[in-house]
T-cell receptor
Framework: DGGITQSPKYLFRKEGQNVTLSCEQN?????MYWYRQDPGQGLRLIYY???????QKGDIAEGYSVSREKKESFPLTVTSAQKNPTAFYLC????????????FGQGTRLTVV | KQEVTQIPAALSVPEGENLVLNCSFT??????LQWFRQDPGKGLTSLLL?????REQTSGRLNASLDKSSGRSTLYIAASQPGDSATYLC???????????FGDGTTLTVKP
């Protein structure tokens, strides 16, 4: 059953802590992406990766970090430097042709307590 | 910088009505436009993808059109059903599919 798996579904973070969100795909896609969604708004790009061991900043990368050591995995770390981390985080993947369709995971809701 | 606008922000219709959701974008140099559905607290489900060389795509009761020159796309839903209630997002890509710019969505409520 191919798809994108994000875990955990819900995550609570104390102020000053780093937390890592998991994203795994078995679609054999080269490209993977992290988006942030705030209530009533669209998605904003945090980081993206088009090949293993390479990634680029998106529009709102400050306070976040990523790694891409394996093709199927693209974890996102929300660091203590991110001042307003409470949001819904979505991971996506695609092939790397310009006309490719993007596929999304079910999201992780992060709340700062 | 690409900007995507969706109008209206919310729409409520009675069951059975045909409806149109609108999406506009500022930079016409796009590779594709994708319409998504999002249920509350869930991820995005792809509905239709229109490549820049295409004018429209159809899937069941859904039809999406693209007019690059005017920077507009519409999503037409025929014979709406309560199960169509969700937020509909459009996204345009000017590099590759995942690196897209999203609108804020239209929240649709279909009343029985």
């Amino acid at each position: 059953d191919g798809g994108i798996t994000q875990s955990p579904k819900y995550l609570f973070r104390k102020e000053g802590q780093n937390v890592t969100l998991s994203c795994e795909q078995n679609l054999n896609h080269d490209a993977m992406y992290w988006y942030r969604q705030d209530p009533g708004q669209g998605l904003r790009l945090i980081y993206y990766s088009q090949i293993v061991n390479d990634f680029q900043k998106g529009d709102i990368a400050e306070g976040y970090s990523v790694s891409r050591e394996k093709k199927e995995s693209f974890p996102l770390t929300v660091t203590s430097a991110q001042k307003n981390p409470t949001a819904f985080y979505l991971c996506a993947s695609s092939i790397t042709t310009p006309w490719a369709e993007a596929f999304f995971g079910q999201g992780t809701r992060l709340t700062v307590v | 910088k690409q900007e995507v606008t969706q109008i209206p922000a919310a729409l409520s219709v009675p069951e059975g009505e045909n409806l149109v959701l609108n999406c506009s974008f500022t930079d016409s140099a796009i590779y594709n436009l994708q319409w998504f559905r999002q249920d509350p607290g869930k991820g995005l489900t792809s509905l239709l993808l229109i490549q820049s060389s295409q004018r429209e795509q159809t899937s069941g009761r859904l039809n999406a059109s693209l007019d690059k020159s005017s920077g507009r796309s519409t999503l037409y839903i025929a014979a709406s059903q309560p199960g169509d209630s969700a937020t509909y997002l459009c996204a345009v890509s000017d590099t590759n599919a995942g690196k897209s710019t999203f609108g804020d969505g239209t929240t649709l409520t279909v009343k029985p």
